[in-house]
Every structure is written in C-alpha cells, then in structure tokens.
C-alpha cells in the first residue's frame, strides 16, 4: 500500500506540475538505543528505527487540501513500512466547518493527533501505550465546528472502521469506533497559555481475548491461518489496544509559560491526562474499569535544551474465563534534550517501572539515547 500511495504522488507532480508547486515534502528519520525493552513499550532493546516517515502535503485546487505519510519502524527485529495516513481536508465549509476524510490519527487526548517523533519523551505515557496502541490512526470521516468565540472551542466526531484499534475481534459491528472531542483554550496575558480535551469513545468492535494459543490449541491452526486471511495478522499487534472496552472517556489539560511570550528562549510545559475504559465484557460488574494518567512537566531553560520528569499510572483488569485479574503498573521517566537545530533532537531518557502486578515483563529500569531528524516541511505539532 505504501508503494502504491508513493507512486500516486510521483504521477501527479509529473503529470501536474503547476499543481505540484503547492506540495511540500518532509521526512523524519527517528533512531534509538534502549538498555532494554519496556514493558507496553514501542521500542526494542538495543539500537532500532522508531517512528520515521516521509510525508507529502499541499493542496487540492482550492477546495481541499491533502496528505499522504508512509511511516517505518521496527519490530520483532524487522522494518515494517504501511501506509499511516492519506486523507482530504475541506478548505472552504462556511460556519466553522471542516470535514476530513481519509486515513488520519484520532485527535483524542492531548499528543494522539501528532506524530511519536515530535513527542517530549521517548516513550508515549502509559495511558497511549495500553489504550490506543500508542499511535491510534485509522480509517474515516471527521467533522470539526469552531466556534466563532473570544476563545478557542472546537467540537469534533470522528467515525473510523476501528480496525486499527482493535485488529483482532470476537464480534464488530460497522462504524468500528465513534469519537467524540472537545477542545478549548486561551491565552492569559502575554506570558501565559492553557488548553484543556475531553473525549468520548465508543467501541463497537469486541475484542477477542487475550487467549490465541490456547485457541489454536483445541481449534488447530485452520481457524488461525483464516484470521491472518482476514487481515489479523501479527504486525497488527503492534498498533493495537492492550487493554479495550466498550467506552472510553479522556481528560487533558496542558499549560505553557513563556516568559513575554517568547517560547523559543524559555517556556515550561505541564500536561495532565486521564483515561478511563469501561464495558469490559460479558462477565464484567460496574467495578471492574480500566484507568490510567500521566502527569509530565518540561522546561526548555536554554533554546537548545530541554529537561523534563513524567510519571504515570496503570490500572486495569485482565479477563480470565468468568473473573478478571487486576494488572497495575507505575512508571517515572526522567529526560534531557539537546535541540542544536530547528529539525534535530538528542534525547537521553532514563525509565523505570515499579509497583507491576499481572502485566509482563514489569519492573524494569532502561536508559534509552534518542535522535530524531527532520528534512523538509512537516506538520505542525499539537499545542
């Protein structure tokens, strides 16, 4: 898929190319060196590719504009490539109406519409890692209203196939998943910035549990080869949700300081987020919930450097036959950044998960030396 969209956009700047005058390329090229693996982590013990892309945007005439990203990364010790977004965005709706269709990344929660190479941290907060695949993009339809106030109030609904979320189900039905957001924000003085998300997913694709060998134990590997003819093969599993429900609520809240609103010399970031899953199955009481939050603050004290601490939480309960299980997870991450370009960043992080109970490979310490460079344009951060 990658290869077609690629060759889609080699035709129309040779076969446009007065057209093509409006299109901007970029690439991201995102390596790291981990001491070890994290436990719901993306990134694999010793130096791997993570999140790299190259991307295509511009415009459509007047009426749309567009963008086509082929991403890479590693996993299981293989570059994977695929095709992450592809969609087309209204211009000109009148009354604070913008459509976009395509394949794109939800814009739930505070960092999910961006990239995971524009992150502050290597790691995204546990919270993305168990409840949205880290990165959840998928295919779909959005309608954002802005409303025409002294502030900014934007609400949005996104409908997408929910494939992506959740690649392997027990039982789905069509639109996979429905996204409801809200965002608002101001400026306070010249100094000062806040913005605050709340969002509402509804899942309408069962999960299948957590149990694949056991099944192809007593149904044989007949059944099994027909789910990887379906598309549930095992590269999906590194996209998809850990930890599903049938509704998930999310909070945000981020703000800034800059001194007189220069952000380039000094500026300090605090985000907060909460999410919580419930409808956890057949056998689930109203007690039984998956939660998480994270809690971040960054300081960039100098235009070429960045600290910053996270820590997180996770609590969830893990399906077993009849009951369920608690799973529980803290992870602290401490991170210094070296930004000596607009397009460059080396991140030395240091991670360590405690207070584990039911999730794998817990408990673990890892020192992790990013670098993260960009060529080109390409799109603009979440605030």
Do not use: C
């Not at 459509?60 to 095709?83: I, R």
């Not at 992870?331 to 240091?350: D, F, I, Y």
């Not at 998960?353 to 390409?378: C, K, M, P, T, W």
Request: hydrophobic share 40%.
């Amino acid at each position: 898929m990658a290869a077609v969209a690629t060759g889609a956009l080699l035709v129309l700047f040779s076969a446009r190319p007065a057209a093509a005058q409006d299109w901007q390329l970029g690439a991201v090229l995102d390596v790291a060196a981990s001491s070890r693996a994290l436990a719901l982590g993306q990134r694999e013990q010793g130096l791997a590719l993570g999140h790299s892309d190259v991307t295509a945007r511009g415009g459509l005439g007047s009426l749309f504009g567009a963008q086509v990203t082929v991403a890479a990364h590693q996993h299981d010790g293989k570059v994977e490539a695929e095709l992450e977004e592809a969609w087309l965005e209204t211009r000109t709706l009148p009354f604070g109406l913008q459509a976009r269709f395509g394949r794109f990344a939800s814009q739930i929660g505070a960092i999910n519409a961006q990239h995971p190479h524009a992150d502050d941290f290597v790691e995204r907060p546990l919270l993305y890692r168990a409840f949205l695949g880290s990165h959840w993009f998928d295919d779909g339809l959005r309608l954002n209203w802005t409303a025409p106030t002294p502030i900014y109030l934007m609400l949005g609904a996104e409908v997408f196939r929910g494939r992506q979320l959740i690649p392997e189900a027990e039982s789905s039905r069509s639109p996979g998943a429905i996204a409801l957001s809200l965002k608002t924000g101001a400026d306070i003085g010249r100094s000062h910035s806040w913005q605050v998300g709340a969002a509402w997913v509804d899942n309408r694709r069962v999960a299948a549990h957590d149990h694949e060998e056991e099944h192809e134990e007593e149904h044989g590997e007949e059944e099994h080869e027909e789910h990887e003819e379906e598309g549930h093969d095992h590269h999906d599993h590194a996209h998809g949700a850990e930890y599903s429900g049938g509704r998930m609520w999310l909070l945000d809240a981020t703000w800034k300081w800059a001194p007189d609103g220069n952000n380039r010399e000094r500026q300090l970031r605090v985000t907060a987020e909460f999410a919580r899953i419930t409808d956890l199955g057949e056998h689930a009481t109203g007690g039984d919930r998956h939660q998480a939050a994270a809690l971040s603050v960054v300081w960039r004290f100098d235009p070429a450097w960045e600290v910053g601490v996270r820590t997180d939480w996770l609590r969830v309960r893990m399906p077993h036959e009849d009951h369920f299980h608690d799973g529980r997870l803290r992870e602290h991450a401490v991170m210094l950044a070296w930004k000596p370009t607009h397009g460059q960043t080396l991140r030395l992080q240091a991670t360590t998960q405690r207070n584990a109970e039911g999730i794998e490979d817990a408990q673990r310490r890892s020192v992790q030396l990013q670098y993260v460079l960009s060529f080109g344009a390409h799109g603009a951060h979440t605030f």
